[in-house]
């Protein structure tokens, strides 16, 4: 008898126990599931992949974009959370940052966009320094910026390796999109007097032919197999001159421009030159290269090498046909970025028009960047990286009211 009733209590918590898995793992599913279905409805949306969407839809399921249409030709299903703003666009993308390895506080430890001990260290990877939790990178976030290209910065001849994040997560594995993206670099009067060499633009080019004729003959040697991997340098420029990795330049007057673009001839490998602040005097040249432009920020405070910086510069890079896109740049003061999406406005109102600006803040951002596939705009299967705003984002009294990255919502304001 006692027998029996120990096995129908046995049975009967073997019973409750698989009710209630059963039961958390439904509950849990349809967390999953309500947190996945969103809908966003704006009064205007513009995909960059056509053209803009008036009362449009964008239905995103499991963090990825399921569908983009007008309303009426667009079904929102009963259970899709529906977000609604007057204009909707991809999450902007910050081209050139430093946000995670420079922070806030603008304190020693809080800064390590560029290691002063070499001016030549290409083996230093942004990856290694990145911290997710810092507060700018929240701060961008809340901007509508949903992708960032973060890492070293100007200074050194060659400061190291960027990453491409997204502003999320606690770490950087959260947040990592691509590592090793682009080898920063600085020629001209940008590189740092903190390094006893080089002291001039011959000596900072000289250093850096020697390290490309080296990786040359490293990566000769490592395609035959005789190299061991263990050279973390020299591995490093050998995947440029291989065109693993881009090289992003910066320079600012025409003379270091044209000093970026033969050494580029030279050697053969990818670049991006960044800043450029007189490339409306090499237009030509600068076309001819097959090169893109990361622009310097457009409200950069004119002086030295930057002395002569336009407005117009992006508007003519862009109707000579030069892919062109923004940046937040780096800054030595606090609060230690801008935010692109205004440096954006400023090209918008000085000859390149609204559409075209956004255009490069987003898909041709993302163009540049390689990661087309995922971001930059609103198609079926990409990222879920949506900005929503209460009217044109480049007006400067216009609020962002909501921020999506990978089909979650990470910003809603009050």
């Known amino acids: 008898m006692m027998n029996k009733k120990l096995i129908a ?21 349809f967390v999953e599931t309500a947190d996945a279905q969103i809908a966003v409805k704006g009064e205007t949306v513009y995909t960059m992949n056509g053209n803009a969407i008036s009362n449009g839809v964008v239905l995103i399921n499991d963090g990825k974009i399921e569908r983009v249409g007008s309303a009426n030709r667009v079904n929102i299903p009963s259970e899709y959370e529906v977000h609604e703003a007057k204009v909707v666009t991809p999450g902007l993308i910050d081209a050139r940052s430093v946000v995670g390895l420079a922070g806030y506080y603008n304190q020693d430890h809080d800064q ?82 903190a390094f006893n060499s080089p002291g001039t633009r011959s000596k900072a080019v000289a250093m850096l032919r020697q390290e490309l004729i080296r990786a ?95 407005f117009e510069t992006a508007s003519k890079l862009h109707e000579a046909g030069i892919p062109v896109t923004f940046q937040s740049g780096y800054e030595g003061y606090v609060p230690k970025t801008r935010v692109v999406r205004y440096e954006a406005a400023v090209a918008a109102a000085n000859g390149m028009g609204m559409q075209n600006a956004l255009h490069a803040l987003t898909i041709g951002a993302a163009e540049m960047l390689g990661i087309a596939d995922r971001v930059g705009s609103l198609e079926r299967g990409k990222d879920a990286d949506v900005a929503m705003f209460d009217g044109d984002p480049f007006e400067y009294l216009t609020n962002v009211q909501g921020v999506i990255i990978n089909g979650d919502v990470v910003y809603k304001p009050e």
């Open 9 to 29: 209590m046995k049975d009967k918590v073997k019973f409750t126990g698989l009710v209630l898995a059963v039961m958390i793992f439904s509950v849990s599913l």
């Open 112 to 193: 390590d966009q560029l290691e002063t001990s070499s001016a030549i260290q290409p083996e230093l990877r942004a990856s290694d320094s990145y911290n997710a939790r810092e507060y700018l990178v929240s701060f961008l976030r809340e901007q509508g910026i949903t992708t960032i290209q973060t890492g070293h910065g100007p200074g050194a001849v060659i400061s190291g390796q960027m990453m491409i994040v997204k502003p999320i997560g606690d770490t950087v594995d959260e947040a990592l999109l691509k590592d090793a993206t682009m080898l920063s670099m600085t020629l001209g009067s940008g590189v740092s007097p």
């Open 216 to 310: 040359k003959d490293y990566a000769a040697k490592r395609a035959e197999g005789e190299t061991n991997g263990t050279d973390l340098k020299s591995e490093v420029m050998a995947d440029l001159i291989d065109g693993e990795i881009t090289a992003m330049i910066n320079v600012q007057s025409a003379q270091d421009i044209n000093t970026a673009l033969r050494i580029q001839q030279e050697f053969g490998f990818p670049m991006v030159l960044e800043g450029a602040s007189e490339a409306y005097l090499l237009i030509d040249e600068i076309k001819e290269s097959g090169v893109s432009v990361i622009i310097h920020p457009k409200m950069a405070r004119p002086g030295g090498a930057m002395k002569n910086v336009s």
